[in-house]
């Protein structure tokens, strides 16, 4: 059975600096899909990032970006000059090739920004 | 675009009563997934619909469970004879279908069984 770790509960961090949350995963297959979800508080879960496991190049979406290990099964999110709006639960997750959508999530770590 | 939408928001019930929530997932998304988080933890999978067919069932999924998308459009989750291990969020979430087939989520429906 395919598994995530977040090994980060919480996590803070002052506005404006950089933090870099921890993502494992475990699987068999050689093809699958990689996420990382924010849930902001009392909000509904919003994608953040997503990474083809196909691709060598690591993802980046503005101030977020992934690294991405596919022989270590390592998928860390770093979020560069950090916002209050950043402050969140951040969810790793994953699936199999298209065809098998199911998410499988890790336990999330809180990311708290300090002002 | 309305995004996912869920009712009720809250709900709070006696153990052994039967709830009934209410997903209307984004228009033109072929698929709907149910979730269940529980307190300090992530999403867990449920259920999903390809249009009106419920594809996939997790064992979490017990006989108390059910869950129907009648004419692939809204989706409605019922639990019958609750209990209170039932208490959670449940999540719903549609996408379109393809590749790229991103899951946008509801807000949820918060359920307590006293």
């Known amino acids: 059975a395919q598994t995530v770790t977040q090994s980060q509960p919480e996590m803070s961090v002052q506005e404006a600096e950089t933090v870099t949350l921890s993502c494992t995963y475990d699987t068999s297959e050689s093809n699958y899909y990689l996420f990382w979800y924010k849930q902001p508080p009392s909000r509904q879960m919003i994608l953040v990032i997503r990474?083809?496991?196909?691709?060598?190049q690591n993802a980046t979406e503005n101030r977020f970006s992934v690294n991405f290990q596919k022989a270590a099964k390592s998928f860390s999110l770093k979020i560069s000059d950090s916002q209050l709006g950043d402050t969140a639960m951040y969810f790793c997750a994953f699936h199999f090739n298209f065809g098998n959508e199911k998410l499988t999530f890790g336990t999330g770590t809180r990311l708290t920004i300090i002002p | 675009d309305t995004g996912v939408s869920q009712n009720p928001r809250h709900k709070i019930t006696k153990r052994g009563q039967n709830v009934t929530f209410r997903c209307d997932p984004i228009?033109?998304?072929?698929?709907l997934y149910w979730y269940r988080q529980t307190l300090g933890q992530g999403p867990e999978f449920l259920t999903y619909f390809q249009n009106e067919a419920q594809l996939e069932k997790s064992r979490l999924l017990s006989d108390r469970f059910s869950a129907e998308r009648p004419k692939g459009s809204f989706s409605t989750l019922e639990i019958q004879r609750t209990e209170q291990g039932d208490s959670a969020m449940y999540l719903c979430a549609s996408s379109l279908g393809f590749d790229p087939d991103t899951q946008y989520f509801g807000p949820g429906t918060r359920l307590t069984v006293l």
């Open positions: 990474q083809e496991a196909y691709k060598q």
């Open positions: 228009s033109e998304h072929n698929r």
